[in-house]
């Protein structure tokens, strides 16, 4: 997600650990890892790399790709104070096979009164530009890739002649194992030649060297050759498409006079990506399955002077081996237990990262889980996204992408916010004259002085310092923020109605949020 090359490496195999027991000791060892890519703060931004959209970060100001219009600042700015938000991450994610450059910008407000909300604390917009480079580069792969197979399938074809033409050979003399020898009645050798002879095979029993194998050995080294010919040129491209960047940044007003003013956190980091080790998610399901069953909580309970009708010898014994861990995880919930262990594997961790995967739960608790973790029967629950909110231009499901990590609040503190005052003085004075119009109206119309009222957030708007508890900020303070984007990555016009065109577009996506209780 850093890197600002439109190619991406093919993705490791999936990995399944929900119902498998992996507590063999050569699984422990090895270096296997997950389809997540975990995010990490890489150093504070250098140079114009801010103002680069292909560049991923944490922080700092967003950096349009270079369309024809941006989203209007109210998409940005909080549901519930109505003061504008800061940019949490911007991450540069191209789909696969995909001809568009693709950018995934999340921003959050910071004041906590807000985000106990949850949906409108944070927002997410999605932006897509047909990149017109990219898409014949994808044609030029398609090509190489169908005349590859295009080979294979005629030295199949080769085999499968060379084998019919064998089989009719030995049907003719079926003592000779070797088509030359059975042509011409040659004999004293069976295995196709006399010893010493040029060509020959000194070692009878060795299988001799076919010309389809070499003919099959040089495709693979044409196709390996092919390959780093595209290793090569996906360097040059990076740099042409660096500087084609640069270019359509400077002939376009994509940076609209909200974006480059509204307030952010500093230092901005880069943000690097790491595959997820297969290690990390094993210790997840390790913690999951360590907890207490009711019986086993029970039988503990008893050997500690309470009374547990249903625990048995076997399991007052079997108990006694688990030991003061066990004794620990009495009444936890399991999937926290899970999430701590997983997360903790790399705890520098600020993103996890896996397009149509499935996100990390921080725990049973409250309204997301029971969503997108239904309880349908007496068994554990699973994880089903059906109850996320379709994409409201194309009709699509959504899926999800990304999702926030505990190590973000730690990341993005409210002392790093820099700008807000001016903006904040000024929304927070313009929310204060509505306000205040609005009440003079009715006072007016119902013929006497209305009482101060607090709004929804339970701030009362009746004069300037009462209206600075909607500057205070304290922090980020959720657990977890999941993200879930239209499947098809619908780009489909918007009608010209904000400026946009064909091949580029913006869409609000959903979020979901989960806290600590």
């Known amino acids: 997600m850093a890197s600002s090359a439109h190619a991406k490496a093919p993705p490791p195999p999936a990995l399944d650990y929900d119902d498998s027991d992996t507590d063999s000791e050569s699984d422990e060892d090895d270096d296997t890892v997950t389809n997540v890519q975990l995010g990490l703060a890489d150093g504070a931004l250098e140079g114009d790399d801010e103002l680069n959209p292909l560049v991923s970060r944490i922080g700092g100001r967003v950096a349009w790709l270079p369309t024809q219009a941006t989203p209007p600042a109210n998409v940005t700015s909080c549901s519930h104070c109505g003061l504008a938000m800061e940019l949490l991450v911007q991450i540069f994610a191209p789909l696969e096979g995909s001809p568009y450059d693709r950018t995934l910008l999340v921003w959050g407000c910071a004041r906590p009164a807000c985000q106990r909300k949850g949906a409108g604390s944070v927002r997410v917009v999605r932006q897509l530009q047909f990149n017109q480079r990219w898409a014949a580069k994808l044609e030029k792969q398609k090509a190489r890739q169908e005349a590859r197979e295009a080979r294979k399938r005629e030295k199949a074809e080769q085999e499968r002649a060379r084998r019919a033409e064998e089989e009719s050979r030995r049907k003719i003399n079926p003592f000779s194992s070797n088509s030359t020898a059975a042509s011409s009645g040659a004999s004293g050798n069976l295995f196709g030649g006399a010893f010493g002879a040029p060509g020959a095979n000194t070692n009878p029993f060795s299988k001799p060297v076919e010309p389809v194998a070499q003919a099959a050995q040089a495709n693979v080294e044409g196709d390996e050759s092919e390959t780093s010919e595209d290793e090569d040129e996906d360097e040059d491209e990076r740099m042409e498409e660096e500087a084609a960047m640069k270019a359509a940044l400077q002939e376009t007003s994509a940076n609209d006079p909200w974006a480059s003013s509204a307030s952010s956190y500093r230092?901005?980091?880069?943000?690097?990506?790491?595959?997820?080790?297969?290690?990390?998610?094993?210790?997840?399901?390790?913690?999951?399955?360590?907890?207490?069953?009711?019986?086993?909580?029970?039988?503990?309970?008893?050997?500690?002077?309470?009374?547990?009708?249903?625990?048995?010898?076997?399991?007052?014994?079997?108990?006694?081996?688990?030991?003061?861990?066990?004794?620990?995880?009495?009444?936890?919930?399991?999937?926290?237990?899970?999430?701590?262990?997983?997360?903790?594997?790399?705890?520098?961790?600020?993103?996890?990262?896996?397009?149509?995967?499935?996100?990390?739960?921080?725990?049973?608790?409250?309204?997301?889980?029971?969503?997108?973790?239904?309880?349908?029967?007496?068994?554990?629950?699973?994880?089903?996204?059906?109850?996320?909110?379709?994409?409201?231009?194309?009709?699509?499901?959504?899926?999800?992408?990304?999702?926030?990590?505990?190590?973000?609040?730690?990341?993005?503190?409210?002392?790093?916010?820099?700008?807000?005052?001016?903006?904040?003085?000024?929304?927070?004075?313009?929310?204060?004259?509505?306000?205040?119009?609005?009440?003079?109206?009715?006072?007016?119309?119902?013929?006497?002085?209305?009482?101060?009222?607090?709004?929804?957030?339970?701030?009362?708007?009746?004069?300037?310092?009462?209206?600075?508890?909607?500057?205070?900020?304290?922090?980020?303070?959720?657990?977890?923020?999941?993200?879930?984007?239209?499947?098809?990555?619908?780009?489909?016009?918007?009608?010209?109605?904000?400026?946009?065109?064909?091949?580029?577009?913006?869409?609000?996506?959903?979020?979901?949020?989960?806290?600590?209780?």
Request: proline share 5%.
């Open 267 to 517: 230092p901005a980091y880069y943000l690097n990506t790491v595959p997820e080790a297969s290690s990390s998610a094993r210790a997840g399901e390790k913690a999951q399955k360590a907890k207490l069953t009711k019986s086993e909580a029970a039988a503990l309970k008893s050997a500690g002077g309470g009374t547990a009708p249903d625990a048995t010898a076997e399991e007052l014994k079997g108990l006694e081996k688990e030991g003061y861990e066990k004794l620990m995880a009495v009444g936890m919930d399991d999937v926290l237990e899970k999430f701590i262990a997983r997360v903790g594997a790399e705890g520098r961790q600020v993103v996890r990262y896996e397009m149509g995967g499935q996100p990390l739960s921080f725990s049973a608790q409250g309204d997301l889980y029971k969503m997108l973790w239904p309880k349908k029967s007496s068994a554990r629950p699973s994880y089903d996204a059906s109850k996320v909110p379709n994409c409201e231009v194309c009709g699509s499901k959504r899926t999800f992408e990304a999702q926030l990590m505990p190590n973000l609040v730690n990341t993005l503190r409210p002392e790093k916010i820099e700008g807000e005052e001016s903006l904040a003085d000024a929304m927070s004075q313009a929310a204060l004259d509505r306000e205040t119009q609005r009440r003079q109206e009715l006072s007016a119309a119902l013929g006497k002085q209305l009482q101060p009222q607090p709004g929804a957030d339970g701030i009362t708007r009746t004069s300037a310092d009462d209206l600075e508890a909607l500057k205070r900020k304290t922090g980020l303070c959720w657990s977890t923020v999941m993200i879930f984007v239209c499947e098809k990555d619908c780009c489909i016009p918007r009608g010209g109605a904000d400026g946009t065109k064909e091949g580029e577009t913006w869409r609000e996506e959903w979020v979901g949020m989960q806290f600590e209780d």
